[in-house]
């Protein structure tokens, strides 16, 4: 079945590059999704990315797919504090997203 | 911004007993869903409908389990005897008439205790 996984943690300092990874593992998946979910509130998409793409910018927001080695990064740039929250990656099935456990983003002012 | 509302935001429960979480999508919206988040795990779909009917469900959706859109604007999850492994957080999700990137709005989520 459709596995996503993700690292639990990240620290980055105010004002560097943030890089979130994600390994899935069905290629089938027409879109690929970034989610953010703020404390207390539900999941925001954030960006997705076709799957015949290998890169999307939007703003501060880099979203790379590597297919051969299903494998997708989001970067922030410039990370802000407002930044701090948890990241989750996801692939789609039929009538559904799988996610991922979620990245912990912490911001160090 | 219209965004989808879930009531109560925290639940708490004896083992046995039935809950009802609530969900509000959004006005215009066709599709719906229920997912659960157990503490430090994965974000699992559970169930989606369409059309007044379930259109997929996940093995964790099994007999214990219902949902239902009663009136035009609800979408309620039931669990018919909780266990303690029902404690999650349950996320209601919509999406649009027009699904070409499938994406879905969340609400804030329901924190669900069984006792």
């Known amino acids: 079945g459709e596995d996503v996984e993700q690292s639990l943690f990240l620290s980055v300092r105010e004002g560097d590059s943030s890089v979130i990874n994600c390994t899935y593992t069905d290629s089938s998946s027409t879109y690929l999704y970034w989610y953010k979910q703020e404390p207390g509130a539900g999941l925001q998409l954030l960006t997705y990315i076709f799957s015949n793409m290998d890169m999307k910018q939007d703003q501060r927001l880099t979203v790379l797919l590597n297919k051969k080695d299903k494998h997708l990064s989001l970067r922030i740039a410039d990370t802000q504090t407002g930044d701090s929250a948890i990241y989750f990656c996801a692939e789609e099935g039929a009538n559904n997203l799988f996610f991922g456990t979620g990245t912990r983003l912490t911001v160090i002012p | ?115």
């Open chain 2, 1 to 115: 911004e219209p965004e989808v509302t879930q009531t109560p935001s925290h639940q708490v429960t004896q083992m046995g007993q039935e809950v009802i979480l609530r969900c509000v999508p959004i006005s215009n919206h066709l599709y719906f869903y229920w997912y659960r988040q157990i503490l430090g795990q994965k974000v699992e779909f559970l169930v989606s409908f369409y059309n007044n009917e379930i259109s997929e469900k996940s093995e964790i959706f099994d007999d214990q389990f219902s949902v239902e859109r009663p009136d035009g604007s609800n979408f309620t999850l039931k669990i018919r005897s909780t266990k303690l492994e029902d404690s999650a957080m349950y996320f209601c999700a919509s999406s649009g008439p027009n699904r070409l990137a499938n994406e879905q709005f969340f609400g804030p989520g329901t924190r669900l205790t069984v006792l």
